[in-house]
């Protein structure tokens, strides 16, 4: 029912006129260019419902975004009620990265959008998890399903020049999750890994405790690199060394972080941890500490592997929207900013 509602829904197959035999490949790629949704065998949402993805596919392209939605997270009570369970309406976005315009770097790319469902920033490993205070079994396999994914674009797609692998919020920490995912599945591609305002911070600033709580409910060091022993601290904690390890482990400069310094909808998640995870009614992490936060992740785990473009305030993701194009840092637009990552020359932006 999903399936076809949303594909209904997404029928936008461009209307193209009768043109010379010069421009053939161009009409067949236009005409191609509709969103098509892929049910996934074995995955599923945090509900048990299937998971896919929806495919924007060029057929003579040889380039690849894989872009994952954001959405929140579950782990209590709160945040599951806000956090979809099932694919349900969600559907790819129109605006910022998705336009087909001459100013977007990846206009013309094959483009797959993963739809958020599973609650556990796609890092999640175990089934039939009971949260408390919420009602029925919960799915975290955000991860495997993932794996699965990738594993049918491996087969669609086997040859292809470029991958960038993107998300936006829960989405950009499973880019993060997912660079080596897609490393693997095309060891001779240049696989470029954008990461916008899903921001892993130093223990200090993410506590432990909840952190722990991500571990225990997800399972998620299955989802860490074996040799990231760093990742998996004794006390909890941890997540923020995953960066570092990409950072040392992929030296190319192929990696990219968008973060604002105040980011609201970050500070409300972090809010979680205050207290020894013994919160307020309304978390809220400080704004000013949170900014410390953010500095002290570009200067010790950033710089020297993750380009970072910084903005001032507390807005929450940016590549999905007009800010895209409008957004500028040390005087260059996100837009030209993601082109110089693409080409591996992106430099470090903002205050």
């Known amino acids: 029912?999903?399936?076809?509602?949303?594909?209904?829904?997404?029928?936008?197959?461009?209307?193209?006129?009768?043109?010379?035999?010069?421009?053939?490949?161009?009409?067949?790629?236009?005409?191609?260019?509709?969103?098509?949704?892929?049910?996934?065998?074995?995955?599923?949402?945090?509900?048990?419902?299937?998971?896919?993805?929806?495919?924007?596919?060029?057929?003579?392209?040889?380039?690849?975004?894989?872009?994952?939605?954001?959405?929140?997270?579950?782990?209590?009570?709160?945040?599951?009620?806000?956090?979809?369970?099932?694919?349900?309406?969600?559907?790819?976005?129109?605006?910022?990265?998705?336009?087909?315009?001459?100013?977007?770097?990846?206009?013309?790319?094959?483009?797959?959008?993963?739809?958020?469902?599973?609650?556990?920033?796609?890092?999640?490993?175990?089934?039939?998890?009971?949260?408390?205070?919420?009602?029925?079994?919960?799915?975290?396999?955000?991860?495997?399903?993932?794996q699965l994914i990738m594993d049918r674009l491996k087969i669609m797609m086997p040859e292809l020049e470029n991958v960038l692998v993107t998300g936006v919020s829960a989405g950009g920490f499973g880019a993060i999750f997912h660079y080596p995912t897609a490393k693997e599945r095309w060891p001779d591609s240049r696989v470029v890994l954008l990461d916008d305002s899903g921001i892993p911070l130093q223990d200090e600033w993410l506590a432990p405790c909840l952190q722990n709580n991500f571990r225990t409910l997800w399972g998620m060091d299955s989802a860490l690199p074996e040799d990231c022993t760093a990742c998996r601290g004794d006390n909890g904690g941890g997540l923020v060394e995953l960066s570092r390890y990409l950072r040392d482990r992929y030296p190319e400069q192929d990696k990219g972080m968008i973060m604002s310094l105040q980011d609201g909808t970050m500070r409300f998640f972090y809010g979680f941890g205050l207290n020894e995870c013994r919160p307020p009614l309304f978390p809220n992490f400080p704004a000013q500490e949170f900014e410390a936060g953010v500095r002290s992740l570009r200067e010790n785990y950033l710089k020297g592997g993750i380009a970072s473009f910084l903005q001032a305030g507390s807005k929450h993701v940016y590549i999905s929207s007009k800010s895209f194009y409008e957004v500028k840092a040390g005087g260059q637009n996100l837009a030209s900013w993601v082109q110089d990552l693409l080409n591996l020359r992106a430099v470090d932006r903002g205050p």
């Not at 098509?36 to 299937?50: H, K």
């Not at 060029?58 to 380039?63: A, E, G, L, T, V």
Request: some cysteine; proline content about 4%.
């Open 1 to 146: 029912m999903v399936a076809a509602r949303l594909r209904m829904a997404l029928s936008c197959l461009a209307v193209t006129s009768a043109l010379s035999v010069e421009v053939g490949t161009a009409v067949a790629q236009t005409q191609a260019a509709a969103w098509e949704w892929q049910a996934v065998a074995g995955t599923q949402c945090r509900d048990g419902s299937e998971a896919g993805f929806f495919l924007r596919q060029r057929p003579f392209d040889k380039n690849l975004v894989v872009y994952l939605e954001g959405g929140g997270s579950c782990f209590n009570s709160l945040t599951c009620l806000a956090n979809p369970k099932s694919v349900g309406d969600q559907y790819p976005g129109q605006d910022g990265i998705f336009q087909e315009r001459d100013d977007n770097p990846v206009n013309g790319w094959n483009f797959v959008h993963v739809p958020y469902c599973t609650g556990d920033i796609f890092a999640g490993t175990r089934e039939d998890v009971q949260v408390p205070g919420v009602l029925g079994k919960q799915n975290f396999v955000g991860y495997r399903n993932m």
